[in-house]
């Protein structure tokens, strides 16, 4: 290598002397801040169209779970109805309306011969609990069951999410099939903490799995209803052992004194755990009703 060819590569592959950065200031110039990062926005939790709930047995809880989740939804600001949907009409709305109470029912609200004769909002036919959530009875009379398709497809368009109380026999009948039919719904069988109750859980689970396929039971949440206080007569843990993969969750409703009194329910009154017992049941009818939509 010549000593001119050694000479122009040394200048080459020599760094540069390091120089000192200018400080802006010195120059005139304005130092803008660091733009931080957005905090990623969370996905919207998905609600699901209706949940319904059955009891096990008369008595179980299912109006009073009805109502704990309604007013769950309502406490987290969504506008949610309540309906009676038991075979006769229950005592939904002598139990949880305890703000307003309207005279109109399903029977006098929705007029079978005529579907497009509707309410004009759903606060026109509904009563209302102290937490915001609507109440839709029925009529104690012994009159024709109402047309569920319709009446689901009017509060679909009027709410964000509705909750049927089908008491303990009206899950099974025939009214009830638009409403267990809907793939995305949530169910939740209200079971009291008693053995023999937990042995009629047994037949309500078939029920559900005859009318609504093998998936309805994955999609249903048992909510075990402490009517009475001191220790309850059955193993949750052995419970929830047996009933793994068979449905969604077993959950506990603990006794309330409040619920106890057999008065209207007011939200605000009950214990700390009874409501977040009720928005652990709500947390998991979304979950429920996602995983159905799956399958």
């Excluded at 008491?167 to 009291?192: K, M, N, Q, T, Y």
Aim: aromatic residues 4%; contains cysteine; glycine residues 8%.
């Amino acid at each position: 290598m010549t000593e001119e060819r050694a000479e122009w590569m040394s200048e080459w592959l020599t760094p540069p002397p390091e120089s000192p950065l200018p400080d802006p200031a010195d120059q005139g110039a304005r130092v803008l801040p660091l733009r931080a990062h957005p905090e990623p926005v969370p996905a919207p939790e998905p609600i699901p169209p209706m949940t319904l709930v059955l009891g096990a047995c008369g008595g179980a809880g299912a109006s009073t779970t009805a109502l704990g989740l309604g007013n769950a939804w309502s406490a987290r600001g969504h506008d949610v109805v309540v309906v009676d949907a038991t075979p006769a009409g229950g005592d939904l709305v002598e139990r949880g309306a305890d703000s307003m109470v309207s005279d109109t029912v399903i029977e006098t609200a929705f007029d079978s011969s005529d579907p497009d004769n509707v309410p004009a909002s759903v606060a026109d036919c509904t009563s209302a609990t102290s937490a915001g959530a609507h109440i839709l009875g029925r009529a104690w009379l012994q009159s024709a069951e109402p047309a569920y398709r319709g009446i689901d497809r009017y509060l679909r368009s009027q709410v964000d999410t509705s909750i049927y109380d089908l008491g303990h026999r009206g899950f099974g009948r025939a009214a009830a099939d638009p409403l267990r039919s809907e793939p995305w719904a949530a169910i939740v069988l209200a079971v009291h903490a008693r053995a023999d109750a937990v042995n009629r859980m047994r037949a309500a689970l078939e029920t559900i799995r005859y009318t609504a396929t093998d998936a309805g039971p994955l999609r249903t949440i048992i909510a075990i209803s402490h009517q009475l206080p001191g220790t309850p007569g059955i193993d949750l843990n052995e419970l929830r052992n047996h009933l793994h993969g068979k449905v969604f969750a077993v959950l506990d409703i603990p006794y309330d004194p409040h619920l106890a009194t057999g008065l209207p329910i007011t939200a605000d009154e009950l214990n700390p755990a009874t409501s977040a017992a009720y928005e652990q049941l709500r947390a998991n009818t979304v979950r429920a009703a996602a995983g159905g939509q799956d399958r």
